[in-house]
C-alpha cells in the first residue's frame, strides 16, 4: 500500500450540511475502494492564490490516507467530476506505507510535541522572573543615589 496526501479546495459558500455530505462521500470513496484515512484536516476558509471561476476565497481541506493508484484514480475522478470542488491535487508520500511504523512516527511526534509545550513554559516563567530581579536591582541602585 502506499501513502497519499490530496489537497482540494471547495466552494466556501456553501452550507455547512452541504460540506459534511462532501467530507463524508470523499471519505466514503477512499473506504469504499479499499483504502484507509489517516488525517482528515479542513483548514478553513481562505483567500486563493488567483481567482478559480470567479471566486477569490475557498475551503481548503488537506486528506491523508492509505490505498492503492487505484483508489487514487477513482478519487481524482469524483472531485474532477463534483462542481463543489474548485481544485485538487495528489501527491505519493510514500511508496511502501508501514502501519507499524506510522504508528511509532505519530507517537514519537506526540511526544515532541508535549516535550516542546513544557518546555517554552518554564523557559518564559525563567525569563519573567529574571527580569523582575533585574528590574528590582535598578530600582535599589536608583534608590540608593
Same mark, same amino acid.
Given at each position: 500500500?502506499?501513502?497519499y ?39 478553513g ?20 490516507y ?7 484514480a ?8 463534483? *462542481? ?10 510514500d ?27 518554564e ?10 530581579d533585574?528590574?528590582? *536591582?535598578?530600582?535599589? *541602585?536608583?534608590?540608593? *543615589?
Amino acid at each position: 500500500m502506499r501513502k497519499y496526501e490530496t489537497f482540494f479546495i471547495v466552494d466556501p459558500e456553501l452550507p455547512e450540511e452541504t460540506n459534511s455530505v462532501l467530507d463524508s462521500k470523499i471519505q466514503t470513496i477512499v473506504t469504499s475502494n479499499g483504502g484507509e484515512v489517516l488525517n482528515y484536516v479542513p483548514w478553513g476558509k481562505r483567500k486563493l492564490a488567483y481567482a478559480i471561476g470567479k471566486r477569490t476565497r475557498g475551503l481548503y481541506v488537506l486528506m491523508e490516507y492509505v490505498g492503492g493508484p487505484q483508489l487514487v484514480a477513482e478519487l481524482e475522478r469524483n472531485l474532477r467530476i463534483d *462542481e463543489r470542488v474548485l481544485k485538487f491535487i495528489t501527491v505519493l508520500l510514500d511508496e511502501r506505507y508501514d502501519p507499524e511504523k506510522e504508528k511509532e512516527r505519530q507517537a514519537a511526534l506526540a511526544a515532541a510535541a508535549q516535550a516542546q509545550e513544557e518546555t517554552p513554559a518554564e523557559s518564559v516563567g525563567e525569563q519573567e522572573e529574571g527580569s523582575e530581579d533585574a528590574e528590582l *536591582e535598578e530600582l535599589e *541602585e536608583d534608590s540608593q *543615589e
